[in-house]
């Protein structure tokens, strides 16, 4: 199958050099590429579409068999379908996406985040048969894709990690460095993300339990069962610097989102600035998420991920090597279009802007709207929408991918939808996101919308004094009928 591919790209005369460069006649764009095919779903996919038809680029939408009618594949230039509803068939499957971007002729694939976004050899097989892969190098990738190879080289860069092993250990290895550092310790999945792979352990009685139970669960969704230890941190923030840098070894920062909103350490709602962020500490974190950049070579648009413990002392934990859900609220803060610049990146084209000339202004909150039902324990809730009305008004953004009359498939994230909100300040801000929550009209299925509408009226997210744990510890109140 592979060789067959390679073949349809050599044959395709007039492939690279027959597009890159056109001019096509929208006044004061950039030509990038001809052709843009987006190897995902949903909100991200249909983001990426507008952002290529600002810059004059036609977008290949590829999709499964039950996502015929999806938003994404209304909105592209074209469209193809590329296999069965289980993502290893379709937008994982590597061959039927290649396939797909022969016969429509693209330069360049934008993966999004999820399926082969954060993939090394999808990246290079791109990049060997002639296509741009829009994000950073393989190489890159890889390095970054393992937690605990990324903490030796932060480790060898000077950006501070939590105090833990130096890679990867036997539950043996474990033992020795927790009775080092003390208890409470996490073990952590070198492969791992999304929260999964994770188990704290309180005491040398819980080690060994843990340290099976984290293994299986590495393995059964990274197929790689290393094992790392962390020191626990209690009641952490998490605040994540966003990164740009190009190809001619410009590496800017655009400031921090606070994503410590987390259920199971899933962020469920972000905003920029982080609240109590002191200068001092933004700059600290700044320049060592530059240099972490710096340190792996990166190109494109990155996060870098940190914990920020109760004394102000901040820690390094991973580096997601791709566009964000909430690359949202540091667009709406600093008027930057991060998949914008993304695509002008991978295109060559030099960043326009310096460093002290990115500016922060007001405040923005991301809701991550889900079809889950929270008083069912956050069960996925696929199903037909009979009414879809999202917000409007000023300064309100919904980046959503569904519509009325769609269908919400099982096989998928339940993400359906991003709500954003932009203020002066905070307190404006939070007055506006509870607006848009109280317009947004969803049913004929569960959604977390009202979950959102608690969130933003209670104390503690108001002072903006929460953490990590916050929504865990209030979970049950929260979500109890009203």
């Known amino acids: 199958m592979a060789h067959a591919v390679r073949r ?11 597009w890159r460069g ?9 030509v990038v590429y001809h052709k843009v095919l987006i190897a995902n779903r949903g909100e991200i996919a249909v983001r990426v579409i507008r952002a290529c038809r600002e810059l004059g680029v036609r977008t290949v939408a590829v999709y499964s068999d039950v996502d015929h009618d999806a938003l994404h594949v209304r909105m ?12 290893r068939d379709s937008y994982c499957n590597t061959a039927a996406i290649l396939e797909a971007a022969a016969r429509h002729h693209v330069d360049a694939i934008h993966p ?15 990049k060997t048969w002639g296509l741009d892969f829009i994000g950073p190098e393989p190489e890159t990738i890889e390095r970054m894709g393992s937690k605990a190879g990324a903490r030796q080289r932060m480790s060898q860069a000077g950006v501070p990690i939590v105090p833990g092993t130096s890679g990867p250990c036997s539950e043996d290895e474990c033992r020795s460095a927790a009775a080092r550092i003390g208890y409470p310790v996490l073990l952590k999945a070198a492969a791992g993300g999304g929260g999964l792979g994770i188990r704290a352990v309180q005491n040398p009685d819980e080690l060994a339990m843990a340290f099976a139970a984290s293994r299986r669960e590495a393995q059964a969704n990274f197929a790689e069962a290393d094992l790392y230890l962390e020191k626990y941190l209690p009641q952490p923030r998490h605040i994540e610097f966003q990164i740009l840098a190009d190809r001619h070894g410009k590496v800017l920062h655009l400031f921090e ?10 962020k469920i709602l972000e905003e920029a600035p982080g609240p109590h962020m002191t200068e001092t500490l933004r700059r600290a974190m700044a320049e060592a998420a ?37 690359h949202t609220v540091t667009e ?31 405040c923005a909150i991301e809701m991550r709207i889900n079809a889950e039902d929270p008083q069912a324990r956050f069960a996925p809730c696929p199903g037909t929408i009979s009414e879809w009305s999202p917000p409007a008004g000023p300064w309100v953004r919904t980046d959503d991918g569904v519509y009325t009359g769609y269908t919400v498939q099982p096989y998928y994230d339940s993400l ?39 969130i933003v009226r209670e104390p503690e997210f108001v002072s903006g004094i929460y953490h990590t744990g916050w929504l865990e510890e209030n979970l049950d109140r929260l979500i109890a009928p009203q």
């Open 332 to 362: 709406m803060t600093t008027g930057i279009d991060l998949v914008k610049a993304q695509i002008e990146i991978a295109a060559g084209i030099p960043l326009q802007i310096e460093q002290d000339a990115i500016e922060r202004t007001g």
């Open 76 to 87: 592209a230039d074209e469209a193809e379908c590329i296999g069965p509803a289980a993502p």
């Open 290 to 326: 530059v240099e972490a950049a710096r340190a792996v070579h990166y190109i494109g648009a990155g996060t870098v991920e940190f914990l920020v413990d109760r004394e102000g002392n901040f820690y390094f934990i991973e580096m997601n090597t791709r566009i964000q859900v909430e």
């Open 8 to 18: 349809q790209f050599r044959a395709a005369k007039g492939y690279r050099l027959g």
């Open 416 to 454: 359906l939808c991003k709500l954003v909100v932009w203020g002066r300040d905070r307190t404006e801000a939070i007055a506006r996101a509870r607006r848009a929550l109280d317009e947004f009209r969803a049913a004929g299925i569960a959604t977390t919308i009202e979950l959102h509408r608690r």
């Open 22 to 30: 056109r001019q096509f006649e929208i006044p004061g764009t950039t």
């Open 112 to 126: 999004g985040y999820g399926f082969l976004a954060e993939n090394a050899n999808f990246a290079a097989v791109c």
């Open 257 to 266: 989102r606070e994503s410590s909103m987390q259920r199971r350490r899933q």
